[in-house]
């Protein structure tokens, strides 16, 4: 690993922001989505009907998308299910297996994929080490697993480093344990 690994592409508040035409410019054919606190808050089981106009929208553009999950078995799978897309499970990110597979199915290279995520040491690590251009999301809700609190100060030194101030405030709902 390189220090440069964990340097995102480039900061978005949502995955929805990135406009599908966008990605036909960059010659992208492959698009990598994270499931949990990138296209929905922990623990969707259903995606938003953003989240299914936008795939659609890169689809049609024509993007494959795949999700790149590191979430339950039986949960991502009925994710990718219902937004209609193939799903790459128990990805092992920040490892390369799962990315490969991805590239494989789509057979796609790395130039023509893009990733997007809310963790840089697990997508955007995961992205860099493959070359893989990132996009580091905004996380959607402040619940999140323990463990995935506890990752996310690391993270903040590591993009302070970078020169990043980001993610900032999450995209969308309130803090379980907050008033109102």
């Known amino acids: 690993m390189r220090i440069h690994d964990l340097k995102p592409w480039r900061l978005i508040r949502r995955c929805t922001d990135f406009p599908p035409e966008s990605a036909v410019a960059m010659g992208i054919r492959l698009v990598l989505l994270d499931l949990d606190n990138t296209l929905e808050p922990p623990g969707a089981r259903v995606p938003s009907p953003e989240t299914i106009a936008w795939v659609r929208a890169l689809e049609a553009a ?26 790459v499970l128990d990805a092992g990110k920040p490892g390369l297996r799962g990315i490969r597979r991805a590239l494989d199915l ?39 697993w323990a463990h995935i609190r506890l990752k996310r100060i690391p993270e903040w030194v ?17 803090d379980p344990g907050s008033e109102g």
């Open 62 to 87: 024509g993007c494959r998308c795949v999700l790149l999950s590191n979430a339950r078995r039986d949960r991502a799978r009925s994710y990718a299910d219902s937004l209609g897309i193939p799903a």
């Open 106 to 144: 789509a057979e796609a290279t790395p130039d023509e994929t893009l990733l997007f995520g809310d963790q840089v040491f697990t997508d955007i690590l995961a992205a860099g080490r493959a070359g893989i251009r990132s996009f580091l999301v905004a996380p959607r809700h402040l619940r999140e």
């Open 158 to 174: 590591v993009l302070r480093g970078f020169g990043i101030r980001f993610p900032g405030k999450p995209t969308g709902g309130k």
